[in-house]
């Protein structure tokens, strides 16, 4: 295979245990993908099917307990300056300014051993650029507490791109997001993506979201997690909310729902609710009182 037709990401045969030894558990069982260069990737599923520990291990953040991991056909073996991380929680610095944790890794050490005036005017330009990208402008000096969750996510994301990744790895980044500003959200970082041409795995459980934004669902399955299904979204390049009415949409969302439903062990809603509720009363039941005679 020629260098330029060689995925960004490649994943053979990966094993991830929490634990050692008998007591080791399986989070991730043979897991095989490519991502290529410039791809918007989805990963979606039931709870527990290790779409989080896959996104993890992809950043370094997690050590993988067999297979291969590439970025570029390189091992991945830690976090790199290639690959960002986009987390649900914000992660800011309360102490810093909008401006200022954008320009955050830019101020490290290893970031200003060789700095020069050029470097240091070139980046200036870069968070100005994401500043007024990701309409944070006006709130520059602003700090976080003062900012609602929206725009707290549009700062961890621009201070994500400040130093330029091939890959921005996105862990469920709107979940706690009210539904209007999440759609705002997907709009936004799809025309991130199109402007930064950055490779983008994106975990998330809801199904529209995912459909909407990826080029590809990467359904996962839970017990241990593995790669159950991929499907190709029959969508355009360019996206607008009205395409969720559309009847490939809707037809896509029916089989990846039902897909999920089928891999958790239920066909339903209603099932589901069952078994949490039996879950729920048995923890909850009082302990039998211990008989005297």
Known sequence: MNASCSPKLRVRGVWKFFGRDTSAVPALRDIH?????????????????????????LAGLEPHSAGELLCDGRPIGGPGPERAMVFQHYSLYPWLTVSQNIRFCRELAINTRERTSAGVEAASGRADALLRLMGLFHVADAYPGQLSGGMQQRVAIARALMGRPQVLLMDEPFGALDAQTREVMHDLILHVHRLERTTIVFVTHDVDEAIYLGQRVVLMAPRPGRIDTVYEVPLPALRTQDMKLAPEFLALKREVLARIRSTSGVQTDFELLEQLSHTASTALAPEPRASHR
């Open 33 to 57: 993908l490519d991502i290529a260069d410039n791809a918007f990737v989805t990963l979606v599923g039931a709870s527990g099917c290790g779409k989080s520990t896959l996104l993890r291990t």
